[in-house]
C-alpha cells in the first residue's frame, strides 16, 4: 500500500492561499490520491481527488507532479473555517475495497 | 438535503449490555462502512458493506456485528461492549467502493464504564 507523508501542522494567514504538501512515493500507476479534512472531531468531508492531472473544484486545486511522488493542495483564499485536519490519502483497492488508510494528516490553523 | 446521519449521537454504557448505532443515507448509496477513531491511532474501517446483504470485515472487526437488510441502513451492533471499545465512531456511504468520494455522519462518541 502506497503511503502519504504530511507535515504534522501548518499555520496560514487568513485571506492567502494554503499550499499543503503531501509525499506518496511509493504510489502505483492506478491508485488515486484523495483529500478529506476533519474539523474538531465532525465527520471527514471530501475535498477533492485525481489521478495525474491537476483538478480544481470549488473547493480547492490539487496539483500531482508528473511522476506522481507527490501532490500539493491548494486552498486558494482560506478562511477560520478552513481550519482543520487535512489527510492526504492514497486510495488502497486491493483486497480492501472502498477503504480510506487515514494517516495523523497536517493540522491546519487558519489565524485572523 | 444529501445526508448520511448517526443517532446516538453521544452515549454512555456499561460493559456488557448490548448497544446498537444506526446509520442511515439518503443518497441510494451502494457502499457503507464505519471506523472507528482514536487518539494517536487516526481512524480504522471496521466493516464495510458494498450492498445489501454484502458485508465484510475491515481491520478492526473484533467485538463489532454489522447487518445491511436495506441499502440506506447499515447498523453498528455491539453485543458485549467493553471499554477498549469507548471512541469516536464514523458511518460513511458512497455510490460505488472504488473512486467515489465517501460521506461522513457526524459521528457517534460512545463511552463504555
Known amino acids: 500500500d502506497a503511503k502519504t507523508t504530511q507535515p504534522p501542522s501548518m499555520d496560514c494567514a487568513e485571506g492567502r492561499a494554503a499550499n499543503l504538501p503531501c509525499n506518496h512515493s511509493?504510489?502505483?500507476?492506478?491508485?488515486?490520491v484523495y483529500w478529506y479534512r476533519q474539523i474538531h472531531s465532525q465527520g471527514p468531508q471530501y475535498i477533492i481527488h485525481?489521478?495525474?492531472n491537476n483538478e480544481t473544484n470549488e473547493m480547492a486545486s490539487l496539483i500531482i507532479t508528473e511522476d506522481r511522488k507527490s501532490s500539493t493542495l491548494i486552498l486558494p483564499h482560506a478562511t477560520l473555517r478552513d481550519t482543520a485536519v487535512y489527510y492526504c490519502i492514497v486510495r488502497v483497492e486491493t483486497g480492501s475495497w472502498g477503504k480510506l488508510q487515514f494517516g495523523a494528516g497536517t493540522q491546519v490553523v487558519v489565524t485572523p | 438535503e444529501a445526508q448520511v446521519t448517526q443517532n446516538p449521537r453521544y452515549l454512555i454504557t456499561v460493559t456488557g449490555k448490548k448497544l446498537t448505532v444506526t446509520c442511515s443515507q439518503n443518497?441510494?448509496?451502494?457502499?457503507m462502512s464505519w471506523y472507528r477513531q482514536d487518539p494517536g491511532l487516526g481512524l480504522r474501517q471496521i466493516y464495510y458493506s458494498m450492498n445489501v446483504e454484502v458485508t465484510d470485515k475491515g481491520d478492526v472487526p473484533e467485538g463489532y456485528k454489522v447487518s445491511r437488510k436495506e441499502k440506506r441502513n447499515f447498523p453498528l451492533i455491539l453485543e458485549s461492549p467493553s471499554p477498549n471499545q469507548t471512541s469516536l465512531y464514523f458511518c460513511?456511504?458512497?455510490?460505488?467502493?472504488?473512486?467515489?468520494?465517501?460521506?461522513f455522519g457526524p459521528g457517534t462518541r460512545l463511552t463504555v464504564t
Open positions: 460513511a456511504s458512497s455510490l460505488g467502493y472504488t473512486t467515489y468520494e465517501q460521506y
Open positions: 511509493t504510489i502505483s500507476g492506478n491508485e488515486y
Open positions: 485525481g489521478l495525474k
Open positions: 443518497m441510494n448509496h451502494e457502499y
